[in-house]
Structure formats: C-alpha cells, structure tokens
Antibody, heavy 120, light 107 residues
Framework: EVQLVQSGAEVKKPGATVKISCTFSGSSFTDYYIHWVHQAPGKGLEWMGRVDPEDGETVFAENFQDRVSLTADASIDTAYMELSSLRSEDTATYYC?????????????WGQGTLVIVSS | DIQMTQSPPSLSASVGDRVTITCRASQDISTFLAWYQQKPGKAPNLLIYAASTLQSGVPSRFSGSGSGTDFTLTISGLQPEDFATYYCHKYNRAPWAFGQGTKVEIK
C-alpha cells in the first residue's frame, strides 16, 4: 500500500524559507501526482498545488503561486514543497497527498502532515 | 474559478441518526467530487470519490450522490467514531478546491 512520510515540524522566523519533504513508498512514484494542502490552525483545507514526478510539471493555486515551489526527485521517490518569504499567516499544517495518474479517485493517500510555525 | 459551498458548517447529532451534508459547485463538475473525513490532529481520509463510489475499507453507512453542481454525503446510522469534520473536494481540473467543512458533533 502507498505510504507518504513527511519531514518533521519546523519553526521559522518571518521572511525565512521552509522546505518540507514527502517520501513515497509502496508503489510506482511516477504513477501518481503529488498535491500539497494547507490547513491553518482550526481552519479548513486549502489546495496549494500539484507536481508531476514524471516531468516536474507544476500547477498552483493563485494564493500560493508567487511563493511556493513544488519539486519531485523520482530517483529517491520524494516530493518537496518550498515556501518562501514566510509570514505569521503561513503558520499551518501542510499535507502532501497522492492522485493516481490513471484514474479519477481524488486524493487517496495522505502524509501525516508537517506543522510549520512562523514566529519571531 | 469554481467555488465549493458546503452546508451546514456544523451540526449536532446522536448516535444512530441519519446525517446529510450538502456541497454545491458554482459550475458543473460532472462527478469529479470526493468526500473526506478528518479527525482532530489527523490527516484527512478519503471516503468517497467520483461522487458516489465508496473508497475501499470505508463502512457502507457512508454514501454519496449527485452530479453536476449538487452533491450529498449521507451517514446512515451515525457511529461514535463518525464524529469528525467532513470536506467535499472538486477535482475536475485545476485549481482544485475544497468546501469549507462540516463539523459533526455529539448532541
């Protein structure tokens, strides 16, 4: 079964950059797109964007396209989300999730989430 | 961009109740609609995809219906483990979007 394991919690100062990893196992990495989802404390889910591990193609939500970089390294089955120019409003849990390339199943597997705290 | 409007934002129900949550898309999304359950401190869990297909391992008391712009998640016979927040999610094309969530609480 597919498993996604994310890197640990981060504490960053305003203006800094954070990079979170999402390591995939249990199937073929390139059979899936990797999505990233933002959840502020006590708030709902917000889609950030998606990366295709096969060719690196990305699609972003408008709210995040200026400060987010999504990449994937198929040689080590790992996707990354980098968020720059951090501000207090970026304090949130960030999830990676898979979307099967050959079907329309929604987001079927999720990482455990990575908490990012932005504080001076 | 397509907006997803979920209602109600919260509801109180008792064990054994039938619960219905609705989700409306601002444009036709066919059946590219999923439902997720999220418990505090945990990642969301896929319940239903393609509007009405139950994900493997999900109890049959969960069901989904709808197409186009109007969708429904029904829990028939609420169980203690079902108290959680539920989200709809449209995935026909980018940008993907979630509803605001419905928190199901114990009455």
């Amino acid at each position: 079964e597919v498993q996604l394991v994310q890197s640990g919690a981060e504490v960053k100062k305003p203006g800094a950059t954070v990079k979170i990893s999402c390591t995939f196992s249990g199937s073929s990495f390139t059979d899936y797109y990797i999505h990233w989802v933002h959840q502020a404390p006590g708030k709902g889910l917000e889609w950030m964007g998606r990366v295709d591990p096969e060719d690196g193609e990305t699609v972003f939500a408008e709210n995040f396209q200026d400060r987010v970089s999504l990449t994937a390294d198929a040689s080590i089955d790992t996707a990354y989300m980098e968020l720059s120019s951090l501000r207090s409003e970026d304090t949130a849990t960030y999830y990676c999730a898979t979307d099967f390339r050959y079907g329309d199943y929604g987001l079927d597997y999720w990482g455990q989430g990575t908490l990012v705290i932005v504080s001076s | 961009d397509i907006q997803m409007t979920q209602s109600p934002p919260s509801l109180s129900a008792s064990v054994g109740d039938r619960v219905t949550i609705t989700c409306r898309a601002s444009q036709d999304i066919s059946t590219f609609l999923a439902w997720y359950q999220q418990k505090p401190g945990k990642a969301p869990n896929l319940l239903i995809y393609a509007a009405s297909t139950l994900q493997s391992g999900v109890p049959s008391r969960f069901s989904g219906s709808g197409s186009g712009t109007d969708f429904t998640l029904t829990i028939s016979g609420l169980q203690p483990e079902d108290f959680a927040t539920y989200y709809c999610h449209k995935y026909n094309r980018a940008p993907w979007a979630f509803g605001q969530g419905t928190k199901v609480e114990i009455k």
